[in-house]
């Protein structure tokens, strides 16, 4: 069982599998297993796939849904935020090599235009003070055409380019930029320059846009997003809001 032709890479260790619950779920049971520096997980069909606004929908064959697993080497718990800016931005330059006009929307989902491609979970175990384990799921819309009612405008690249794309094109790129930025991690003098690429890329970068917090609707402009994740707005009255995930929402 072979689904997808990927160049070898130091570190790297790839697990296929035709079906199974999530690869999160699975890279979670498999753990001690999983030795390598980076463990890359796909699965051709997932039967409970996860996301952070409910199941990844995904037809079989037709997408991408993978797990990368890192051990990365003492970093600390108070700079986990930078392992969902490295796969973020990972995958958003692996799409933007294929057509151009790919973004991040905060904080961890990747759109085109206003429609979502990209889904993107992350979950870390820690040991001490230290992040020990990052699982970070991935779910990419490639060859889909036609999705449920009920799913958050969804998109895909066979769509937006109008014509099939190799599921195995898409995955190299990732897992070639995901590996390239991981080096990164560990060096504070990098991070200037990760955070300003994880700035130039985000959605709705510049001008006002429509938001909402327990407040109610406001309308605001990205200030910039903080090292720990925290998301900076400027409303119209020119009042600074500051918000963790799940805080405050776009209106799309």
């Known amino acids: 069982m072979t689904h997808y032709q990927l160049s070898p890479l130091p570190g790297l260790r790839h697990i296929e599998l035709e079906e199974t619950t999530s690869t999160i779920d699975w890279a ?6 999983l030795q390598s520096p980076v463990t890359l997980v796909t699965a051709e069909f997932q039967t409970a796939g996860r996301g952070a606004t409910g199941g990844w929908q ?7 849904m993978l797990s990368l697993v890192s051990r990365p080497v003492q970093l600390p718990a108070t700079q986990v935020f930078r392992l969902s800016v490295v796969v973020c ?13 790919f973004r991040i929307k905060w904080p961890n989902d990747i759109y085109f235009g206003d429609k979502k491609v990209v889904g993107i979970l992350i979950e870390n175990e820690l040991q001490g003070h230290f992040v020990s384990t990052c699982i ?3 779910g990419i819309n490639v060859n889909q055409t036609s999705f449920a009612p009920d799913a958050p405008n969804p998109t895909s690249l066979a769509l937006i380019t109008g014509k099939p794309v190799s599921r195995s094109l ?11 930025l991981l080096t990164a991690i560990p060096n504070s003098a990098m991070w200037p320059d990760m955070f300003d690429e994880y700035h130039r890329l985000l959605y709705r970068r510049t001008g006002f846009h429509t938001f909402i917090d327990h407040t109610g609707s406001f309308e605001a402009e990205i200030v910039h997003v903080e090292p720990d994740g925290h998301l900076v707005l400027r409303d119209r009255d020119g009042l600074t809001r500051r918000y963790a995930f799940k805080e405050v ?4």
Not at 28 to 33: A, I, V, Y
């Open 28 to 33: 979670h049971d498999h753990l001690s297993e």
């Open 58 to 64: 995904s037809r079989s064959g037709e997408n991408l």
């Open 89 to 101: 931005i990972s995958v958003c330059n692996a799409l933007n090599e294929i057509v151009p006009g």
């Open 136 to 138: 970070m799921g991935v």
């Open 170 to 180: 898409v995955l190299q790129g990732v897992v070639n930029h995901f590996i390239r």
């Open 249 to 252: 929402s776009y209106v799309i």
